[in-house]
C-alpha cells in the first residue's frame, strides 16, 4: 500500500505526465491539418522533420545537463518556458501570413527546445518509482489521457485548421513550467569541472549501444519510428478525404488502446518475456497500416484505435526496459540517447521518407491510400522480422557496470 506521501508524490508525478502531453498533443496533432488550411504545403514534411533535427542537438545536450549539472526540474522549466514563447510567435507568424520558410525556421526553433523535455520528465518520474515495471504504465497513462484531452479540446474549440491553437498550447505550457516548482529535487554532482566536451555533450551516451540487447531494441525502435511518422501527418488528411470533421478528436482513439496498453504493461512485463512484448507491438503495427490500406471508414478507425497498443508495447516498453538495465547515474542520458534515435534518426528519414512516398502515391484524382498504408505495412512487417531474429534475452548485465 502506498504511504500518503507517496500518494502524494504520485499525484504530481501524474500531473506532470497530464499537462505536458496536453501541451504536445494540442501542437503536434492538428499541425499537419493547420499548415494545409495556411497553404503551406510545401513546407509541411520539413515541419514535421524539424522535430528530428532537433532531437539530433538537443536531448543529450539537456540530458547530460540534467544527469550532471542542473536538476531535471530546472532544466525542463526553462524548456517549457521556451515553448511556450516559441509557440505563441509560430502562431502570429501564421496568423499574419509570414513566409513560410520564416514559419519553418520558427518551428526549427521551437523543437530545440521540445525535443528534450519528455525524455527529461521520463527520467525525472522512473527515478522516483521503487518498482518501474509495476508502477510506470499508470503514471505514464496520465500522458496519454493528457494528449488525448489536448486533442479534444483542439477540436472542441474548432481549432483543428486554426493558428490560434498555438496560443492555447502556449498557456499550457506555461502551466508546465509553473507545476515544476512542485516537482521533487534529485542530486546532481556538484562540479562538472573535470567533464570532457564530450562528456558535457552527452556523447558518452554512445557507449550504451556496446551491448548487442540493447543495441536491438534501439535499432528496432528507430526503425519502427520511420513509418510511424507518416501516422500523424497523414492519417488526419485520410480522415478528411473519408468525410470526417474535426479530425484531431478522431485521432485520439489511438489514445484509447494506449491506455488500455499501459495498465496491461505491468502484468506484461512480469509474465511475458520481453521478445514477445515487442513483437505483438510491431504486430499491431504492421495490422494498424494493413487495416487503414483498406480505405473505408470502419477499417481506417480501426488501425488508428491500433495505433495506441502498438506504441506502449514498442516505444514504452524500450523506455522501462532502459530504466531497468542502465546504470541510475545515466538515466537522462539513456532517455535521450533513445530521443536522439527515435526522434532524430528515425524522425528525419520518416517524415521526408513518408512525403516522398505520399507525393508517389498522390496523383490528379487522389491519393491511393491502399498503396500508401500497405507500403508502410510491408515496411513494419520487415522491421518485425529483424528484431525476432536480431534480440537474443533480456537481460544486459555489462550495463550495470558503467561509471558515471
Same mark, same amino acid.
Given at each position: ?24 498533443g ?13 497553404? !503551406? ?8 522533420a ?50 513560410a ?27 522516483r ?27 472542441a ?65 528507430? !526503425?519502427?519510428?520511420?513509418p ?27 489514445q ?30 504492421v ?13 481506417l ?10 506504441f506502449?508495447?514498442?516505444?514504452i ?20 540517447? !533513445? ?8 524522425? !528525419?528519414?520518416?517524415?521526408?521518407g ?29 522491421v518485425?522480422?529483424?528484431?525476432l ?16
Open positions: 500500500m502506498l504511504t500518503t506521501l507517496r500518494k502524494a508524490e504520485y499525484a504530481e508525478l501524474m500531473i506532470l505526465f497530464f499537462i505536458q502531453a496536453a501541451a504536445m494540442i501542437w503536434f496533432v492538428p499541425l499537419g491539418t493547420i499548415i494545409d488550411a495556411h497553404g !503551406l504545403q510545401a513546407i509541411k514534411p520539413f515541419a514535421f524539424a522535430s528530428a533535427v532537433a532531437a539530433f542537438i538537443s536531448p543529450l545536450i539537456f540530458g547530460a545537463m540534467a544527469d550532471r549539472h542542473v536538476p531535471p526540474a530546472k532544466v525542463l522549466r526553462g524548456l517549457a518556458i521556451a515553448s511556450a514563447a516559441l509557440m505563441a510567435i509560430i502562431s502570429t507568424a501564421l496568423n499574419f501570413n509570414w513566409n520558410w520564416l514559419v519553418l525556421g520558427l518551428i526549427q526553433i521551437f523543437y530545440l527546445a521540445y525535443a528534450p523535455m519528455f525524455s527529461i520528465s521520463t527520467a525525472l518520474v522512473l527515478a518509482l521503487d518498482d518501474a515495471k509495476k508502477e510506470f504504465g499508470p503514471i505514464r497513462s496520465m500522458a496519454t489521457l493528457g494528449w488525448v484531452c489536448g486533442a479534444i479540446l483542439i477540436s474549440l474548432n481549432l483543428d485548421r486554426s493558428g490560434l491553437a498555438g496560443y492555447l498550447g502556449a498557456v499550457v505550457w506555461l502551466l508546465v513550467a509553473a507545476f515544476t516548482f512542485f516537482l521533487p529535487t534529485l542530486k546532481v554532482p556538484a562540479s562538472a569541472e573535470h567533464l570532457s566536451w564530450r562528456e558535457r555533450l552527452g556523447l558518452d551516451a554512445l557507449t550504451l549501444l556496446k551491448d548487442r540487447n540493447t543495441r536491438v531494441v534501439f535499432i528496432t525502435t528507430t !526503425l519502427f519510428n520511420i510511424l511518422c507518416a501516422f500523424y501527418p497523414y492519417a488526419p488528411t485520410h480522415l478528411h478525404d473519408l468525410g470526417f470533421a474535426h479530425t484531431s478528436a478522431w485521432m485520439s482513439l489511438g484509447v488502446t494506449e491506455i488500455i496498453a499501459m495498465f496491461s504493461l505491468g502484468w506484461l512485463l512480469l509474465n511475458w518475456r520481453l521478445k514477445w512484448i515487442f513483437a505483438c507491438g510491431l504486430g499491431f503495427g495490422a494498424r497500416f494493413a487495416l487503414s490500406a483498406f480505405n473505408t471508414e470502419n477499417s478507425l480501426l488501425g488508428i484505435t491500433l495505433h495506441g497498443a502498438s506502449v508495447l514498442v516505444f516498453t524500450a523506455q522501462i526496459y532502459l530504466d531497468q538495465q542502465i546504470n541510475p547515474a545515466w538515466r537522462s542520458r539513456a532517455q535521450a540517447l !533513445l530521443t536522439l534515435m527515435n526522434g532524430g534518426v528515425g524522425n !528525419l528519414i520518416g517524415y521526408l513518408s512525403g516522398w512516398w505520399f507525393d508517389s502515391c498522390t496523383k490528379s484524382s487522389g491519393t491511393n491510400w491502399m498503396i500508401f498504408w500497405g507500403g508502410l505495412s510491408v515496411t513494419v512487417a520487415i518485425l522480422g529483424y528484431f531474429t536480431a534480440f537474443r534475452g533480456n537481460t544486459a548485465p555489462a550495463l550495470r557496470k558503467l561509471k558515471t
